[in-house]
T-cell receptor, first 111, second 113 residues
Framework: EDQVTQSPEALRLQEGESSSLNCSYT??????LFWYRQDPGKGPEFLFT???AGEEKEKERLKATLTKKESFLHITAPKPEDSATYLC????????????FGSGTKLNVKP | DSGVTQTPKHLITATGQRVTLRCSPR?????VYWYQQSLDQGLQFLIQ???????AKGNILERFSAQQFPDLHSELNLSSLELGDSALYFC????????????FGPGTRLTVT
């Protein structure tokens, strides 16, 4: 069964303390992996798409990487405004139109 | 602002009733996705339409149905509502052709009492 697992469930960081969020997946064939940011009560906001192992994407303090079994979202020198829930989703080769979301990592960055 | 609009923002209704949620995709996007997000279950994919045709189905209950109209807006119909249907319902859109990143609307919060 296709599955997406994110860890940790929650992460508390001090401002400036870098860390990484993990998204591991077991799918029959990966077509794409997506990262989103979600603020409370709002819709997820698209961050990155990764398609193949070894690929990396960067945006401000965030960098996403992909291996054959997992993806990492690295947060460098986070600020309080980075506090949000980060979701990953996988798209399989079986059906490009179906997406499996992980349950998210809730990040809290304290000043 | 993602460019995806959803109405209404909030909906409170009683068990057994039927409601319709509406979504307008970003200009130029042909694909519409519907998701349910409840506290204990995360974001669950329900159904996807591309240019008026159903293309993928997830964990959508038989009491739920959706359609996409010629002007590309979509509606999600929920009937015989139960307390457990209380959740945030999100619509997302994408171009649907080789580019699949989704842009989400602000959601409709459904409360069933």
């Amino acid at each position: 069964e296709d599955q997406v697992t994110q860890s940790p469930e929650a992460l508390r960081l001090q401002e400036g303390e870098s860390s990484s969020l993990n998204c591991s997946y077991t799918v029959s064939g990966l077509r794409g992996l997506f990262w989103y940011r979600q603020d409370p009560g709002k819709g997820p906001e698209f961050l990155f798409t990764l398609y193949s192992a070894g690929e990396e994407k960067e945006k401000e303090r965030l960098k996403a990487t992909l291996t054959k079994k997992e993806s990492f979202l690295h947060i460098t020198a986070p600020k309080p405004e980075d506090s949000a829930t980060y979701l990953c989703a996988v798209q399989t080769k079986d059906n490009f139109n179906k997406f499996y979301f992980g349950s998210g990592t809730k990040l809290n960055v304290k000043p | 602002d993602s460019g995806v609009t959803q109405t209404p923002k909030h909906l409170i209704t009683a068990t057994g009733q039927r409601v319709t949620l509406r979504c307008s995709p970003r200009s130029g996007d042909l694909s519409v996705y519907w998701y349910q997000q409840s506290l204990d279950q995360g974001l669950q994919f329900l159904i996807q339409y591309y240019n008026g045709e159903e293309r993928a189905k997830g964990n959508i209950l038989e009491r739920f149905s959706a359609q996409q109209f010629p002007d590309l807006h979509s509606e999600l119909n929920l009937s015989s509502l139960e307390l457990g249907d209380s959740a945030l319902y999100f619509c997302a859109s994408s171009s649907g052709t080789s580019v699949y990143e989704q842009y989400f609307g602000p959601g409709t919060r459904l409360t069933v009492t």
